[in-house]
């Protein structure tokens, strides 16, 4: 029984369908099923197979778009449910996430902020145009584990520069690891600037801070 609304599930993510994924969210606590089972066995696995499809060039933007807001809806309806049962989540990590100042694309920026909720971490994603300094400050309000940016012009890249200098400045560099990404960047610029992490897209991005956080 399980199973079968497990692979509905994923299917409901691949198919970027979110009225199916809240309402298996639903089916699911009525059926009393554990959130997290839920989460891990059912949703993720969706979201994953997207991702990987994606990589294959198989499935294209949109269809990212459409399964991140998918999972998101599903999430949001088990969240109260996982709170109620007292069941949080194993936490792998605290993460503040922004696209840098200067800059508002926020699609692949939120996608990995989702993927990186998705997969166990708290998630701080303080949006678009962040100004280093609201980034330093929430790192310290939150004690996050791992500073996330992107960056999607070639001028504003330089901007990553900049918040890894700004937090040796303010001696938080050894307290926080710092990970790059975004479309012009890259990871001979990330090990020019410094950063600990890299990653080219979303997936690989949970990978990178589960590393990063030693999860
Ligand atoms: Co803009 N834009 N845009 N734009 N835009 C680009 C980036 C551009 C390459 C288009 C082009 O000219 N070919 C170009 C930049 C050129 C350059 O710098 N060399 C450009 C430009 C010039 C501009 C404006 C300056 C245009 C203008 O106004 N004249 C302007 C800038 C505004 C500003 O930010 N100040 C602008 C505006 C916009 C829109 C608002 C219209 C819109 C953004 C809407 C939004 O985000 N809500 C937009 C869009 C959509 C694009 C393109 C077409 C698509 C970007 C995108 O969402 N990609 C883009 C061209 C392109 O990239 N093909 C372009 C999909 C997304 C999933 O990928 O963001 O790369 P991406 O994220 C990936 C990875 O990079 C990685 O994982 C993600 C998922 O796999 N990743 C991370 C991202 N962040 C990460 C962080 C990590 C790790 C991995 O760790 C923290």
């Not at 959130?35 to 499935?59: R, T």
């Not at 991140?68 to 069941?87: F, T």
Request: one cysteine or more; aromatic letters at 4%; a negative charge.
């Amino acid at each position: 029984m399980s199973k079968e609304l497990f692979e509905a599930m994923a299917q409901s993510i691949i198919d970027g369908e979110d009225e199916d994924a809240v309402r298996l969210a639903q089916q699911s606590i009525e059926q009393e099923i554990n959130p997290l089972d839920a989460i891990n066995s059912g949703f993720i696995s969706g979201l994953n197979e997207v991702g990987e499809q994606f990589g294959c060039g198989d499935m294209f933007l949109p269809d990212l778009v459409l399964a991140a807001e998918a999972m998101k809806a599903a999430v949001a309806v088990l969240e109260p449910e996982l709170a109620r049962r007292g069941a949080s989540r194993e936490v792998l990590g605290k993460v503040v996430i922004g696209t840098v100042e200067g800059d508002i694309h926020d699609i692949g920026k939120t996608l990995v902020a989702t993927m990186l909720s998705a997969n166990g971490f708290e998630v701080h994603d303080l949006g678009t145009n962040v100004a280093i300094q609201t980034l330093i400050e929430k790192v310290g309000e939150v004690n996050a584990n791992i500073v996330g940016v992107s960056a999607l012009l070639t001028t504003t890249m330089v901007k990553q520069k900049h918040l890894i200098e700004a937090l040796e400045e303010a001696g938080m560099r050894a307290k926080v690891k710092v990970l790059v990404g975004g479309a012009p960047v890259t990871r001979s610029w990330a090990e020019e600037i410094g950063a600990d992490g890299y990653s080219e897209d979303a997936i690989g991005a949970v990978a990178v801070a589960k590393q990063l956080a030693g999860a």
